[in-house]
């Protein structure tokens, strides 16, 4: 009988320890987040295309960070991070009158493999049946290297990759439908603070 108390005895210190053990390496293992603000800046880089008459509402699109996401100063999350996002809205223009419409919106960032939520505002596009077209927050040219420059902190360096650049960030509308093509650059703004991992 003192065997088996004994052995209990040992079993329950062991399990003891054992939690002790794992409690004091939970701090340690826990990890830092940043939190970053409203209205902080989003440059992304299409990879796929969005077009009107293919793709239907909910459906994922994937871009990626045109330059580094900082706060303070620090980068949390460099310049290629691959985002995601959705078509929110997607309209066809009839064949007699209207016109086409795409919103999109950032629902995700991923660091360090994992895929944290963001909220964005909205990107929205549309085009005109009769051959015109506009859009809302569409770069290029000189607008999208004062913005580049912006972030960078080097509005001169920013002009010369907007001449270069201002081809690729273009709304391309035929006929009753619009595409946003892959390499179009696009800008977003977070909605909400978005809690992101701490460099280490």
Do not use: H, W
């Not at 066809?92 to 999109?104: F, N, T």
């Not at 944290?116 to 549309?126: C, G, L, N, R």
Request: charged share 15%.
């Amino acid at each position: 009988m003192r065997n088996l108390a004994e052995f209990g005895k040992g079993r329950l210190l062991a399990v003891l320890l054992g939690c002790a053990s794992i409690a004091s390496a939970a701090p340690a293992q826990a990890q830092k987040m940043v939190s970053v603000p409203a209205g902080t800046q989003l440059l992304v880089r299409m990879i796929d295309s969005v077009d009107s008459s293919k793709v239907s509402v909910g459906s994922r699109f994937t871009a990626s960070l045109e330059t580094n996401l900082t706060v303070g100063g620090v980068v949390v999350a460099p310049a290629g991070t691959k985002v995601f996002g959705r078509l929110a809205q997607a309209k066809q223009a009839g064949r007699m009158a209207g016109k086409s419409e795409l919103q999109l919106e950032l629902t995700e960032i991923v660091v360090g493999g994992t895929a944290y939520p963001i909220m964005s505002t909205d990107y929205s596009a549309k085009g005109k049946s009769s051959g015109g077209r506009s859009a809302k927050r569409v770069l290029g040219g000189a607008g999208l290297g004062a913005i580049i420059g912006g972030i960078a902190g080097n509005a001169g360096m920013g002009a010369a990759i907007g001449a270069a650049a201002g081809t690729t960030a273009a709304l391309v509308q035929k006929g009753e439908k619009v595409n946003i093509p892959s390499e179009t650059l696009l800008e977003f703004r977070l909605e909400q603070p978005a809690s992101l991992p701490a460099p280490r």
